[in-house]
């Protein structure tokens, strides 16, 4: 499969714009209620949000991808009125425990902060790179739901020869540099929780892969590491990137 051009003044322009927001994001509120507890304040936020937001999330995907099969029965609407319903359920129940589950606050320490803003930093630029490849209709589902065997081609170009699964791996980073940010106990073991959590959800969507794609799939699967990146495929995913005409 020949690989698209790579727009790299689109991708700035991203990077850009995401730099903005956090600056946004930082020093507005800082202007409105000082620096004295801004740090903390922003810190327990961003913990109550990750709670909230990461775990129903990987559920959802539990919930979907084991009993694919049934979901294309019942059809669409019943799958994501079900598995939506569960990650709001589970946001909530996080929500009025997030006293207990966010454990101890270990401190506000600026050399974390910094070195998780450059975690987090990796973790967009991945994304960027990911999204180049993948429409919102691929993000949520859509095609294994309906069981799209021929109008979806297999990707396995871009960030896709660097792991199987780049999106999750970006999830995996990016959890590290928040969790940096955070700086409590309880970020840092969802964060390790999510490991194998997201690796759970590879194995479900590889099974459906290879139905979809069979030999195609097998042999993309032999070539490319599932989740974390060789020393191999880190120099092929970066000679490609460096002359994306390859």
């Known amino acids: 499969m020949t690989e698209p051009p ?14 903005v927001i956090i600056w946004l994001v930082v020093l507005i509120p800082a202007a ?12 327990y936020v ?11 999330a990987v559920v959802f995907w539990w919930i979907i991808h084991p009993f694919i099969d049934f979901w294309r029965r ?36 600026w050399c974390l902060i910094v070195v998780g803003f450059l975690i987090y930093g990796v973790s967009a630029l991945m994304e960027v790179q990911c999204r180049k490849l993948l429409k919102l209709r691929t993000l949520v589902g859509v095609p ?52 194998p959590g997201l690796y759970l959800i590879a194995l479900f969507e590889e099974h459906e892969l290879l139905v979809r794609f069979g030999d195609a799939y097998r042999q993309y699967r032999a070539s490319v590491p599932r989740l974390f990146p060789t020393r191999a495929s880190f120099e092929n995913f970066r000679r490609t990137f460096s002359n994306p005409s390859q």
């Open 6 to 19: 790579i727009d790299r003044r689109a991708s700035v322009e991203k990077i850009r714009l995401v730099a």
């Open 32 to 43: 409105i209620y000082g620096f004295g507890q801004y740090p903390d304040t922003v810190r």
């Open 46 to 56: 961003l913990a109550v949000i990750c709670l909230v937001s990461f775990p129903g």
């Open 74 to 109: 019942v059809g669409m609407v019943a799958a994501y009125t079900t598995g939506f319903g569960m990650m709001i359920l589970i946001g909530v129940a996080m929500f009025f425990l997030r006293h207990q589950l966010m454990g101890q606050d270990l401190g506000t320490y």
């Open 144 to 195: 294994e739901l309906k069981n799209e065997q021929s109008s979806e081609q297999l990707i396995s170009q871009g960030i896709y020869q660097l792991v199987r699964h780049p999106r999750y791996l970006t999830i995996i980073v990016g959890m590290t540099g928040i969790s940096s940010i955070i700086n409590y106990l309880g970020i840092y073991i969802l964060t390790l929780l999510m490991i």
